[in-house]
């Protein structure tokens, strides 16, 4: 199996970071800026659209369809057009060799390419949704515009609960919207939006001001870390820069049996981490988690190449 980033656009997230999330603050700035500082945009941050191509024996998968055309609703919001038809020319996919398109969700800077309005943008694929998430945007614009052609052509399969899709798990991680799902690869979690930013994998409690439960996303949140810190897959999200590498951090040497030492820094995996600076004092929260950028497209301040997902 091959997970593939395919870039759709880049954009400065339109308001400031200290408005998005509750609980921000100079802890969670200077982490990113340390940590993951390709998505800084001074009181910003940068915004990445990644649509994940999956390809194994099984079949061609597209997880969520990022912004969409010019003059499609995200890309009048956000001021940047995608480019998604063409970077799956450049890995020399066509849109009738995509068997299945996943979407996280149904917001417009996730279902951009799934439809123009009047026809599914991929003829062959059914499209794979939960019905909680459905029932959730029923009506809408976004529905009207991008999802009801779909379902008009025969092409939408509606899923409830947790699903085998070929090789990959649909996993509900509810939250940021009702019916929000991650798509768990032998290769990466594909997180969706579970994570709008990378500090949310440091503080998994830091609430992004549209979800629409903030306690259940942060429950969701802290599912999918344990997930990946049992499994060592990365956790790869729609908009965060890198991927993200996470293994679990004790609170404290006493907590540990025979009282041993958290992992020192020479111990991590390449790239830094999240340790606290030397005499800082400071420890992670019991059942938190230390987080490690992985694979990393470009510097984050512009459309990431083409790469695919390293375990």
């Not at 993200?244 to 907590?255: C, G, M, W």
Request: aromatic content about 6%; charged content about 15%; hydrophobic content about 40%.
């Amino acid at each position: 199996m091959d997970v593939t980033v395919l870039c759709d656009a880049v954009a400065v997230f339109p308001e400031g970071v200290g408005e998005a999330f509750g609980g921000w603050g100079d802890e969670q700035a200077g982490w990113s800026s340390r940590v993951v500082p390709g998505n800084v945009a001074g009181v910003g941050w940068w915004l990445h659209f990644h649509s994940y191509l999956v390809v194994e024996r099984a079949g061609v998968t597209l997880v969520d369809v990022g912004v969409g055309p010019a003059g499609g609703e995200a890309a009048e919001w956000l001021g940047v057009s995608g480019r998604l038809p063409r970077l799956l020319a450049q890995v020399g996919v066509g849109v009738t060799d995509v068997d299945a398109v996943v979407l996280t969700h149904v917001h417009l800077d996730h279902v951009g390419w799934a439809s123009d309005g009047v026809r599914p943008m991929f003829p062959r694929a059914e499209y794979v949704v939960q019905r909680a998430e459905l029932d959730h945007v029923r009506g809408g614009a976004t529905y009207l515009n991008r999802i009801r052609p779909i379902e008009e052509a025969g092409q939408l399969r509606v899923v409830e609960g947790e699903t085998q899709l070929r090789g990959m798990r649909l996993l509900p991680t509810p939250g940021h919207t009702p019916g929000h799902q991650a798509v768990v690869t032998e290769r990466a979690v594909l997180a969706g939006d579970a994570f709008v930013h990378p500090a949310q994998a440091r503080w998994p409690e830091l609430t992004y001001v549209y979800e629409r439960d903030p306690a259940v996303a942060a429950t969701s949140r802290r599912e999918l870390l344990s997930l990946a810190a049992a499994t060592g897959i990365p956790i790869a999200a729609a908009h965060p820069h890198p991927t993200l590498n996470v293994h679990p951090k004790p609170t404290h040497p006493s907590a540990l049996p025979g009282g041993s030492s958290p992992t020192p820094d020479s111990q991590l995996p390449p790239g830094g981490g999240d340790e606290p600076s030397p005499g800082s004092g400071s420890q992670l929260a019991a059942g938190e988690w230390g987080i490690v950028p992985g694979v990393l497209g470009g510097d984050g301040r512009g459309v990431c190449p083409v790469y695919r997902v390293q375990r």
